[in-house]
């Protein structure tokens, strides 16, 4: 049987979500990581009896070594992956792709150039809420979607910013809660709407203003061609890890999603699906589909086809962030 042969780059928080899922994978063995952290590299080299890199060059000069997954800050992303396609490497790099648009086309013109595959870690696309949303819109039975609501409410305090000292920073990871957290449920419900444009965002540190640079709330009105109308709200200022919300609005019902369990409203009633995975890998409000991207991700490459997360794709939600941190604006305030 086929089996790529990868290499982690990044020995942080979620190396271990990635390598438990290569670990898992058909078409794919964990071949060796690297982290310009002597203690990580080795601690991950060893627990996994694979070879250690202090830097990624070395790794991705192994003519053996078919592809690499990018686990480090966000500002790193881009130079990385764009180093791992020259180098002949398939690429899954982590959310986002890149900090700026600029980044990201440098990216996707970097995959072009080289003929390998690049692909971001948009899991949640996986989650199997979200594809029975997918499923039911592309089924055309309730309709088009007509406008909708996302909400994230999460919690990361100072000491999750002291962690990794790159979080919380404009140079390093390019925004905070948007650009980190809310990613996903922005990607998502673009995913799932079939596409829409920024009309206005604001931007806040409510709770964090002294100790990060970026924002730790966002809100956005976002409105598709036909004039429908999204609102997506996300904080790091929840009192806990609250279940993302998405809720659609068709011209025959509506979908609510609340973590991973779906609400259908439909012509004919209401029903209501679970699909928790009590996953104890990774994040217990989110579910684990990084072993579904990840799997998916090797069988396609061995049979040939494209990932099922385009390039392109990834740049777009960078660049609808990217105008969303430019264009923010303060909340007018009443007159005196
Ligand atoms: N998809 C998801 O749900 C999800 C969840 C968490 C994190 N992430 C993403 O994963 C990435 C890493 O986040 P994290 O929380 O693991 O961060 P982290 O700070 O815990 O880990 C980053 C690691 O990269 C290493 N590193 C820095 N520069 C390097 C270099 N030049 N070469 C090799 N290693 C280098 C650091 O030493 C550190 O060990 C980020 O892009 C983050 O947004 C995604």
Redesign the pocket.
């Known amino acids: 049987m086929e089996q790529l042969r990868v290499g982690v ?7 271990g ?1 990635h390598i438990h899922a290569l670990e898992e994978a058909e078409h794919a063995t964990l071949a060796a990581v ?4 002597p203690d ?2 080795e601690k991950t080299a060893r627990e996994h009896g694979v070879k250690g890199y ?3 060059g070395e790794l991705l000069a192994q003519p053996d070594i078919d592809a690499v997954h ?5 500002y ?2 881009a130079p ?1 992956s764009i180093a791992a396609l020259r180098a002949g490497k398939h690429v899954l790099c ?3 792709m890149g900090t700026s648009l600029k980044e990201a086309q440098a990216m996707v013109q970097a995959a072009r150039d080289s003929g390998k595959t690049l692909t971001v ?4 696309r996986y989650n199997g809420a979200s594809q029975r949303m997918k499923e039911i819109i592309d089924g055309g039975e309730m309709g088009k979607v007509i406008g909708g609501s996302a909400f994230v409410c999460w919690d990361r305090g100072g000491a999750y910013y002291a ?2 000292p ?2 919380g920073k404009w140079a390093t990871e390019g925004g905070s809660v948007l ?2 957290q809310a ?2 449920t922005l990607d998502l419900m673009k995913w799932l709407s079939g596409g829409f444009e920024l009309k206005s965002a604001t931007m806040t540190a409510k709770r964090l203003a002294a100790e990060i640079e970026t924002e730790d709330t966002c809100d956005m009105l976002l409105e598709n061609k036909a004039g429908a109308r999204f609102l997506f709200y996300c904080s790091n200022c929840a009192a806990g890890n609250m279940p993302v919300q998405l809720h659609l609005l068709l011209e025959k019902g509506e979908l609510h999603m609340t973590g991973e369990q779906l609400t259908i409203i439909g012509p004919t009633g209401v029903s209501f699906e679970d699909y928790a995975s009590g996953a104890k890998i ?2 217990a409000y ?1 579910g684990n589909s ?1 072993t579904h991207l990840i799997a998916d991700l090797y069988d396609r490459l061995t049979r040939g086809e494209q990932p099922f997360i385009l390039p392109e794709d990834g740049m777009d939600t960078t660049r609808l962030m990217e105008e969303a941190y430019l264009s923010a604006s303060t909340i007018r305030l009443r007159p005196q």
């Open positions: 780059i990044g020995c942080g928080l979620i190396s979500v690297c982290d310009i952290d990580k590299m202090l830097d990624y990018i686990c480090v800050p966000h790193l992303h990385i982590e959310k986002p870690c948009f899991q949640n962690d990794s790159w979080r650009i980190n990613i996903h990774g994040k989110w990084h």
